[in-house]
């Protein structure tokens, strides 16, 4: 079984940085896209930034210039480091990443994962 996690969130002025951390574990095989998504409170869920295999990236258009997304793949984690924070960055931010698996019979496993969230909160 594949656990997403992040970690990194918290409380920060306006102005300032934050790195965000997602730990994929289980019997990974390769992590393909690996995204990064918010959700203000009654607000939809909304695309923060996107790596692919190859190495392309898709930035949301509230982030762009502000945010990178990043990946070690022998550690099996991607990253967001988000800079000039804005209040309106405050939400909690998922990491999903699309990985196969290797299964017990040998066989490949592919399939979209969440991780719980992490909180950012942003003071002005």
């Known amino acids: 079984q594949v656990q997403l996690v992040e970690s990194g969130g918290g409380l920060v002025q306006a102005g300032g940085s934050l790195r965000l951390s997602c730990a994929a574990s289980g019997s990974i095989f390769s992590i393909n896209t690996l995204g990064w998504y918010r959700q203000a409170p009654g607000k939809q869920r909304e695309l923060v930034a996107i790596s692919a295999t190859g190495g392309s990236t898709v930035y949301g258009e509230s982030v762009k210039g502000r945010a990178t997304i990043s990946r070690d793949n022998a550690k099996n984690t991607g990253y967001l480091q988000m800079n000039s924070l804005k209040p309106e960055d405050t939400a909690v931010y998922y990491c999903?990443?699309?990985?196969?698996?290797?299964?017990?019979?040998?066989?490949?496993?592919?399939?979209?994962?969440w991780g719980p969230g992490t909180q950012v909160t942003v003071s002005s």
């Open positions: 999903n990443a699309d990985i196969t698996t290797t299964q017990s019979t040998g066989a490949s496993l592919r399939r979209g994962y």
